[in-house]
């Protein structure tokens, strides 16, 4: 079924809509693209599955590029990745060799020279950027819109949009990427902590969740229990999940510890549960080291299936949501359980303190020792979980749904197209000609578009008053 902004006016209201509505008027026959490095795991997959049909709702015209690259291409990723987080990890002659052949290659079949404006989505893809012309984007238009069109736009801008932390990277890596930072003309990271140290009009824009999707909508306890049965879960005991991917910044193990620590208090039961991304070909490593440390605990499950309904249900039984990142851009599984009215007991790292307020809607913690007895000091206070619950829920309702991204992207837009534009046509008329003629398109209508140009120039005729 096709994706409405209008679906969601009961959860955040019909003027809200209809401002986003209202902005995206001003994008009529604009386009624009999101290139990422999967369509699918993950939570940037994850958001732009959502707000690209809702983009296009608007009135903005958005296309998802997924770019292609293969396991060892992914290796090399991942190792940036680490190290643009901290890790002591950095890159190598034959690493950057092997993502600038990647780059090359992708570069070849992936036509993005027609958009009005270009978002690369973290540093999978951020270096196709200086493989492109970048410049007359109206010239690859349909000629019937290139005749309707009331501005033109000189340069094809595009975006960098980091969902990562970068507050401590390792110098060579960040020094790697800077070079290809310098070609992009704005810059998205999720908070002002994030500001890059690279001199480019920033943008700070919070990811978000789709509060109607199979994740996050309204369940029934009997979907719940069904979901449940499924995947061998009882619920005779505590609940405590952490959703993430098997990574290491995750820190799967620091939960089990956790977990083993409220052991010694009271019986509860842990599930794990993260798919596998094709872009993440660690995830099946840290997997196998963290079943092996629990092979033998029958209150641990692991889970690696792919199934939006099983979180759901997992995040609404759950009796408390842990997130022991120990480095996180932003954290959607945190917003995702406050959405639900479960409290999460979570790092004080990164994007997580941008949802939760400390003791209001959450706890904050450092280590293990810490979580594991806040963890149980709400699995013994039932009524203090529920209202923090409740907080949190509202605090999500009003930061961190997705159509307060979906009006971001559009504001996004106008801001960094706007600096490119010609802001009338017939001003630059005799350009527009050249061009078309340097590229032989047509030149036998110059007639008509000297025509059209004075059509659009021609003062409207007023009325004589009735007698």
């Known amino acids: 079924m096709k994706k409405r902004l209008e679906s969601y006016a009961g959860i955040v209201g019909d003027d809200y809509i209809q401002g986003i509505y209202d902005l995206g008027a001003y994008c009529e026959n604009k386009t624009m693209a999101h290139v990422n490095s999967t369509y699918y795991g993950g939570g940037v997959a994850e958001m732009l599955q959502t707000y690209i049909p809702l983009?296009?709702?608007?009135?903005?015209?958005?296309?998802?590029?997924?770019?292609?690259?293969?396991?060892?291409?992914?290796?090399?990723?991942?190792?940036?990745?680490?190290?643009?987080?901290?890790?002591?990890?950095?890159?190598?002659?034959?690493?950057?060799?092997?993502?600038?052949?990647?780059?090359?290659?992708?570069?070849?079949?992936?036509?993005?020279e027609w958009y009005d404006l270009v978002v690369i989505d973290d540093p999978q893809p951020c270096g196709l950027v200086n493989r492109y012309l970048r410049k007359f984007p109206y010239l690859w238009k349909p000629f019937p819109l290139l005749l309707n069109l009331s501005e033109i736009q000189k340069k094809q801008p595009w975006v960098w949009r980091c969902h990562i932390d970068l507050t401590n990277p390792n110098k060579?890596?960040?020094?790697?990427?800077?070079?290809?930072?310098?070609?992009?003309?704005?810059i998205v990271v999720s908070s002002r902590q994030y500001r890059l140290p690279i001199k480019k009009p920033h943008s700070?824009?919070?990811?978000?969740?789709?509060?109607?999707?199979?994740?996050?909508?309204?369940?029934?306890?009997?979907?719940?229990?069904?979901q449940l049965e499924r995947y061998g879960i009882d619920d005779d005991m505590p609940l405590l999940v952490q959703v993430s991917r098997f990574d290491p910044w995750k820190d799967p193990l620091g939960v089990i510890g956790v977990h083993r620590r409220v052991q010694k208090e009271m019986k509860c039961r842990l599930v794990l549960i993260g798919s596998m991304a094709t872009d993440d070909p660690e995830g099946e490593k840290i997997f196998n080291d963290v079943f092996r440390d629990v092979e033998k605990e029958r209150?641990?499950?692991?889970?690696?299936?792919?199934?939006d309904l099983l979180v759901n249900a997992l995040q609404r039984r759950a009796d408390v949501v842990i997130q022991k990142s120990l480095r996180e851009g932003f954290g959607l599984t945190v917003?995702?359980?406050?959405?639900?009215?479960?409290?999460?007991?979570?790092?004080?790292?990164?994007?997580i303190p941008l949802q939760i307020d400390d003791g209001v809607n959450g706890y904050l913690v450092e280590g293990v020792e810490q979580c594991a007895e806040r963890v149980s000091h709400l699995l013994k206070h039932k009524p203090l979980a529920q209202k923090l619950g409740q907080h949190a829920k509202e605090k999500v309702r009003k930061n961190f749904l997705i159509p307060r991204l979906v009006k971001d992207e559009i504001e996004l837009f106008r801001n960094t197209t706007?600096?490119?534009?010609?802001?009338?046509?017939?001003?630059?008329?005799?350009?527009?000609?050249?061009?078309?003629?340097?590229?032989?398109?047509?030149?036998?209508?110059?007639?008509?578009?000297?025509?059209?140009?004075?059509?659009?120039?021609?003062?409207?005729?007023?009325?004589?008053?009735?007698l």
């Open 299 to 307: 209150d641990i499950v692991l889970i690696t299936a792919q199934n």
């Open 418 to 466: 706007r600096p490119t534009v010609t802001r009338t046509l017939h001003g630059g008329v005799s350009s527009l000609l050249k061009q078309l003629e340097q590229l032989t398109l047509l030149p036998v209508l110059r007639p008509r578009f000297k025509q059209v140009f004075r059509q659009r120039k021609r003062k409207p005729v007023k009325p004589r008053p009735l």
């Open 335 to 351: 917003s995702e359980a406050m959405w639900k009215g479960t409290p999460v007991v979570a790092s004080r790292v990164g994007g």
């Open 172 to 186: 060579t890596t960040w020094e790697f990427l800077r070079n290809y930072l310098e070609y992009y003309d704005a």
């Open 55 to 112: 983009l296009n709702d608007a009135g903005l015209s958005t296309e998802w590029r997924s770019f292609k690259g293969g396991r060892d291409f992914f290796n090399v990723t991942k190792k940036i990745h680490n190290s643009l987080q901290g890790m002591n990890a950095p890159i190598t002659k034959e690493d950057i060799e092997y993502y600038e052949n990647t780059m090359d290659e992708n570069a070849q079949f992936t036509n993005l």
């Open 204 to 226: 700070f824009i919070a990811p978000a969740i789709d509060p109607l999707s199979d994740k996050n909508k309204e369940i029934s306890d009997s979907e719940i229990d069904r």
